[in-house]
Nanobody
């Protein structure tokens, strides 16, 4: 079974930048669909960004223009570059892999593999 390991979380102040990384145990150059979700206490899980099997990128409106997702050439690492962070970006960021329906790629039920998550806290 594929496993995901995230890194790069932390606590920053508003306006700062942070980059999250996620490494998958799947074979290099295998077909890849990976992304990031986040969840804050009392809020629903939110799809942040994802790259589908064809390399198409989708962002949530709340992060568009500030967050940038990228997939390694080997297809087993996905990064999330976050800039101009805001307190509302605070939450547990979870790496995901193996999307089933690409047209619902920011829907949690579309994903088969989930990481443990890393905390991102943005202070005002």
């Amino acid at each position: 079974q594929e496993k995901l390991v995230e890194s790069g979380g932390g606590s920053v102040q508003s306006g700062a930048s942070l980059t999250l990384s996620c490494v998958s145990s799947k074979d290099a150059y295998s077909r890849s669909c990976m992304g990031w979700f986040r969840q804050a206490p009392g809020e629903e899980r939110e799809g942040v960004a994802a790259i589908d099997y064809q390399g198409e990128i989708t962002y949530a409106d709340s992060v568009k223009g500030r967050f940038f997702i990228s997939l390694s050439d080997t297809g087993n690492e996905v990064d999330l570059q976050m800039r101009d962070l805001r307190p509302e970006d605070t939450g547990m960021y979870i790496c995901v892999s193996q999307c089933q329906y690409e047209w619902h790629i920011l829907t949690a039920a579309d994903w088969m593999v989930w990481g443990q998550g890393v905390q991102v806290t943005v202070s005002s």
